[in-house]
């Protein structure tokens, strides 16, 4: 596991406001965090920030358009920080990406090189746009990839349930917290 990082996208305020479901999602995603930090591996957070004027959104991005008219993810707005539940510390690297998937339009792919690691754990919100996203990219990149089912979420679990069930297993390990945890760090 010394080549691996886990990453934690999106986890930022405003988006936990709108998809926490009540389910302890935070707590779990708390304890994959905390067994990754046990484990030796690194932990990266992944944060959408969009610069004031958001000179980066193009108009014919309809995704992107849609979340400038919610006043979501401009830089230093408090909505866009990390949740305080799962906050960074000191050692873990946060990275700013500009579109979807982690790699769009931000140094992650940088960062893993220097560090070396050829393996992924993907958490974080939305399951059906950071962590899908994500997943793709990583497969080009010929990353080894796990997915973390119950510490991803989306404001639909009936699409959640669908690409962890069905599309994550055809190139990703997708896993649950505890399982993950007892592979990493066994008792």
């Not at 965090?33 to 969009?50: F, H, K, N, P």
């Not at 510390?89 to 769009?104: C, I, L, M, Y």
């Not at 059906?128 to 510490?151: E, H, M, N």
Request: aromatic share 4%; glycine share 8%; charged share 25%.
């Amino acid at each position: 596991m010394a080549n691996s990082a886990l990453l934690v996208m999106d986890v930022q305020r405003d988006v936990v406001a709108l998809a926490d479901d009540g389910s302890g999602y935070l707590s779990r995603l708390r304890r994959a965090i905390d067994g990754a930090r046990a484990a030796g591996i690194t932990v990266i957070y992944v944060v959408l920030g969009l610069r004031p004027g958001d000179p980066e959104v193009s108009p014919r991005n309809k995704v992107m358009t849609n979340v400038v008219r919610a006043g979501l993810f401009t830089e230093g707005a408090p909505g866009t920080g990390i949740h305080d539940d799962v906050a960074p510390q000191q050692g873990d690297v946060v990275v700013t990406k500009r579109r979807g998937s982690a790699f769009s339009g931000s140094d992650l792919d940088l960062v893993l090189r220097a560090r070396n690691v050829d393996s992924l754990v993907l958490t974080g919100i939305a399951t059906s746009a950071v962590v899908l996203s994500t997943l793709w990219r990583a497969i080009d990149l010929d990353f080894g990839l796990t997915v973390l089912a119950d510490a991803c979420l989306d404001t639909d679990p009936e699409v959640h349930r669908m690409l962890v069930e069905k599309l994550f297993p055809q190139w990703a390990d997708v896993l649950t917290v505890e399982d993950w945890l007892e592979a990493v760090a066994p008792r």
